[in-house]
């Protein structure tokens, strides 16, 4: 049973684009987070969610969007795709205040063309 | 600003060797020092962590060393094997804080 999940895997698509990267998790955590790892394997975070709420919010384009619907699940959309925007982006989930409970999905692989 | 700095960049052990990764951090609010290990096609998966209230942590063939008044720690792989080969990220976070902010990474390969 995955602990967390994303979809999808692999995505290629063209500038422009609007797309949405979906993440589950089914560990009970009350936390869940969106890291952007770019071609140099450089992690950085992007946002963070608990219960729903809006705790983290790095300095990113308001072209993304995370949208929490339960603590069970984070999605994030993406308006007007640019070519800096492929990447691999990681959701990860983790109960609030216990950091050695951060556990990444197995990423998202987006490529704008 | 690059708040930890990771060296290596990439790193080539025999097998049997010891590896040994670096990482140095800016900020002295930090609490809390993990160490990633990310296989190819893989999210990173906690391997070990430390808190500044000691100098060492060992779980197996895994070591971090921690040196307060340089800011500076690393991981010791001892008795490294092929099956170790991986990327790995150092990191670290402030008290009461979630996020977590990564070292550049290090390439490590084992040669049988």
């Known amino acids: 049973d995955t602990a967390v999940s994303q979809t999808p895997k692999y995505l290629v698509t063209q500038m422009g684009n609007d797309k949405s990267i979906k993440c589950e998790q089914n560990?009970?955590?009350?936390?869940m987070y969106w890291y952007k790892q770019d071609s140099k394997k450089f992690l950085k975070i992007m946002f963070s969610?608990?219960?729903?709420?809006?705790?983290i919010n790095e300095t990113v384009p308001n072209r993304f969007s995370p949208k929490s619907p339960d603590k069970a699940h984070l999605n994030l959309h993406i308006n007007s795709l640019e070519l800096g925007d492929s990447a691999v982006y990681f959701c990860?989930?983790?109960?609030?205040?216990?950091?050695?409970?951060?556990?990444f999905g197995e990423g998202s692989w987006l490529t704008v063309v | 600003q690059q708040q930890v700095k990771q060296s290596p960049q990439s790193l080539i052990v025999q097998k049997g060797g010891i590896s040994i990764i670096n990482c140095a951090y800016e900020?002295?609010?930090?609490?809390?020092f993990p160490w990633y290990q990310q296989f190819p096609g893989k999210g990173p998966a906690l391997l070990i962590a430390?808190?500044?209230?000691?100098s060492e942590k060992k779980e197996g063939r895994f070591t971090i060393s921690f040196n307060k008044s340089a800011k500076q720690f690393s991981l010791h792989i001892m008795d490294s094997q092929p099956g170790d080969s991986a990327t790995y990220f150092c990191?670290?976070?402030?008290?009461?804080?979630?996020?977590?902010?990564f070292g550049q990474g290090t390439r490590l390969t084992i040669n049988p």
């Open positions: 990191a670290a976070s402030k008290k009461g804080a979630q996020k977590l902010v």
């Open positions: 900020n002295t609010a930090f609490d809390y």
């Open positions: 560990l009970g955590h009350d936390t």
């Open positions: 969610y608990n219960n729903k709420e809006l705790i």
């Open positions: 990860a989930s983790s109960q609030l205040g216990q950091r050695d409970t951060i556990y």
């Open positions: 430390i808190r500044p209230d000691v």
